[in-house]
């Protein structure tokens, strides 16, 4: 296959799809992973003060379109939209060349995840399976502080009290799970699944890499489960596969800027959310990940939308599909909750495109024990002091 990637220096990727003067080529065999790059192609930059010329941007396309994978910063919405149609995978993510060749030749080389042993860890996941939902555990390790988007939803508190997303005793330490995973499985052997939920995004933080990478080498039959918003998630789903994580969850509220901008306050760095979220969803399903949505419902402001981001989502990859109820709280606090006839009518509408889990609890993201049967956070975390949400 034949791999592009933008640089200027023909030895680092740090340019932007528009913004490149060059493309690196590089021929890799796919029996043998051998690989050597074979020219560089000169192009003028798209971009100029914002606008981009057209007949600039065509010559770009056809520059790469004998190519597999782009390697680059970042590129538009619509110019992955015209690569894609050309064939050519757009992976957002800079570096040195030579690194991100034997990255990608690791991720073509993993191993396959599929047939009974995916069955048996989805059935064994109570997030994802009706069948484990009242007999499996999970438990829910509280280590990632930092957020990178401000839904209008979302309050993150701490506290031991309240039952819901974004709230957690405390922020613990890497290094401090494993004995956490040892002490919960003392107190519910039934527990079958690892996550990370929290209470910020578990991509705005190396935390919880680092922490999955602990657990994976203490505990490489249990499941690992991430849970994020998908912003920071294009190109990292090779690293989270290296450290365990089989199954993962994308909160998506929104497939229109519309509805997403309604939804959503602000995004780190005016980054494009909706892009990341199904890039990332993609990438995810294409490695073999099990992948599961999640979707707010928020009255007058994504219940006409609902249908529509379970079919971008199932194009994109995921599998599963999980409407869950607002919360009112923070710029929501005055909506009412959508009804129970507003729920089911929404579930219906999205099956008809993406299978429907119909279990959620609304976990703390330090949660653990068996959901619906037994909540054994305070027991797991008593007589110990975490730290605050200031940490990291």
């Known amino acids: 296959m034949r791999l592009a990637f933008a640089s200027n220096d023909r030895v680092f990727v740090s340019q932007h799809f528009g913004h490149s003067r060059k493309f690196v080529i590089a ?27 057209e007949g600039k941007f065509e010559k770009s396309i056809f520059l790469i379109s004998d190519c597999k994978v782009l390697f680059a910063v970042r590129a538009g919405n619509y110019a992955k939209q015209r690569l894609q149609l050309n064939g050519v995978q757009v992976l957002e993510k800079p570096g040195f060349i030579e690194d991100l060749i034997v990255e990608y030749i690791r991720y073509l080389k993993r191993p396959l995840f599929g047939g009974h042993k995916r069955r048996k860890v989805i059935d064994d996941h109570p997030c994802f399976s009706a069948k484990a939902h009242n007999t499996k555990g999970r438990l829910h390790l509280p280590v990632s502080p930092l957020c990178n988007i401000q839904c209008r939803f979302c309050t993150r508190a701490r506290n031991t009290d309240e039952n819901r997303p974004g709230v957690a005793a405390g922020i613990l330490r890497p290094e401090e799970a494993n004995e956490t995973v040892r002490k919960a499985l003392e107190l519910c052997p039934e527990i079958s699944v690892v996550g990370i939920a929290g209470p910020g995004d578990t991509l705005a933080s190396e935390h919880a890499i680092e922490t999955f990478r602990n657990v994976h080498a203490a505990y490489p039959d249990l499941i690992k489960c991430l849970s994020t918003n998908g912003l920071e998630l294009p190109g990292k789903a090779p690293d989270l596969w290296d450290v365990g994580v089989r199954t993962i969850t994308i909160t998506v509220n929104a497939v229109s800027p519309a509805v997403l901008e309604k939804a959503v306050s602000w995004v780190k760095d005016g980054k494009d959310l909706i892009s990341a979220q199904l890039q990332g969803i993609h990438e995810c399903s294409g490695i073999g990940m099990a992948v599961k949505v999640n979707t707010v419902l928020i009255p007058d402001v994504n219940d006409g939308h609902i249908a529509e981001i379970a079919k971008a989502v199932k194009e994109a990859g995921a599998t599963r599909h999980n409407i869950i109820p607002l919360i009112p709280q923070n710029e929501f606090k005055d909506v009412p909750p959508p009804a129970c006839e507003q729920i089911e009518r929404a579930r219906q509408e999205a099956g008809q495109y993406i299978e429907q889990f119909r279990h959620c609890k609304h976990c703390r993201a330090d949660a653990c024990g068996i959901p619906g049967r037994s909540d054994l956070t305070k027991a797991l975390y008593q007589n110990r002091e975490l730290e605050t949400f200031s940490h990291g």
């Open 27 to 53: 021929d890799l065999n796919e029996e043998t992973y051998e690989y050597n790059f074979v020219e560089v192609r000169e192009k003028d930059a798209l971009c100029n003060r914002g606008e981009h010329d």
